[in-house]
């Protein structure tokens, strides 16, 4: 019988990480500047460690190569998606990623890195930067060099529930007291353009990489505003925020035992808010905040029980 993935995440060290995924999500975190819990990983910086059932203890890179079929026998060489939780307790670098054909090149056989962000809880009047505002490469180029960087950058205005696509080639950063679930195309490949000249513990500047950065920055910056669609069932709202090449992501919202039966597709699950349980042929599974799961293909007809908010992502 096929069973769901509970998967252990990893945690990052970060320079501008904090406490909130210890106070918010509760997670045994390594230390007080914790800003990246990769919750659903197979990506070898970090791989998430199966929990449960007959793969308990095996790494979810290991299982993608050695079951495939809990995959639907993919055609993708590595499992492609990354799901994390940020927080952002201080200003993230600036920084962009690039598309899949540059980082193949360029960075050793990684992905490119398009991504989204759900925002799960921000500070009041928070913002973020979200692409420039150069009209030309030779703009971007010369705004960088002569660091004006609030002439260049776009900065918008973000509340909890808001919804960010992010293709790879914006210039993107997030600001202090945000914290996001980031779903994104399992690559860590990072371009850094400005990081405010911020000094380490040891009185270093983290390098900057502009001439990668300036390649694959689009330019003019392109707006991707989404429009969520929503769908209301008895006990459930289904909002579909983004169907994209690289990913599709929902949010479920639960309110009573809603069924689900789905085509031939793995799927990513992470518990925002609330529990409940997942019901799947007479075994009862606890869903709690900061659960991560996922549901392989031939899992079949399943329920979620209770009352809690799902982010729900796949390929
Ligand atoms: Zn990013």
Redesign the pocket.
């Known amino acids: 019988m096929v069973q769901p993935l509970f998967l252990r995440p990893v945690f990052k060290e970060r320079i501008w990480g904090g406490t909130a995924l210890r106070e918010e999500y509760g997670y045994d975190i390594p230390n007080d500047q914790t800003g990246e819990c990769w919750a659903i990983s197979a990506h070898p910086n970090g791989p998430s460690i199966i929990e449960n059932g007959p793969y308990a203890g095996m790494a979810l890179d290991e299982l993608w190569d050695k079951h495939p079929e809990l995959f639907g026998h993919p055609k993708e060489e590595v499992f492609p998606l990354l799901t994390k939780i940020l927080d952002a307790n201080m200003d993230l670098s600036v ?1 962009v ?1 690039p598309e899949d054909s540059y980082a193949k090149v360029h960075e050793n056989g990684d992905l490119g ?1 398009t ?1 989204c962000w759900y925002i799960l809880d921000c500070k009041e009047g928070a913002d973020m930067i979200f692409g420039h505002n150069a009209k030309t490469k030779e703009e971007l180029i010369e705004q960088i060099n002569e660091g004006k960087w609030n002439e260049l950058l776009r900065r918008v205005k973000i509340k909890p529930g808001d919804f960010f696509y ?1 293709p790879s080639g914006t210039i ?1 950063a997030l600001c202090e007291g945000t914290l996001v679930l980031e779903t994104q195309q399992s690559s860590d490949t ?1 371009y850094r353009v400005y990081d405010y000249d911020r000094r380490d513990a040891e009185g270093n500047l983290r390098d900057l990489h502009l001439e990668k950065a300036i390649d694959v920055t689009t330019v003019p910056h392109q707006n991707t505003g989404v429009a969520p669609k929503v769908e209301e069932r008895k006990y459930l709202t289904i909002t579909t925020f983004v169907e994209s090449e690289f990913f599709s992501v929902y949010k479920w919202d639960v309110r009573g035992k809603s069924t689900f039966s789905l085509p031939d597709q793995y799927l990513l699950l992470s518990v925002i808010n609330g529990d409940g349980a997942l019901i799947h042929d007479e075994e009862r599974y606890p869903l709690k905040k900061g659960t991560h799961l996922i549901i392989p293909v031939g899992f079949g007809e399943f329920a979620i029980d209770g009352v809690c908010q799902l982010i729900v992502s796949h390929s």
């Open positions: 920084q990623h890195k991504e992010v993107h990072t």
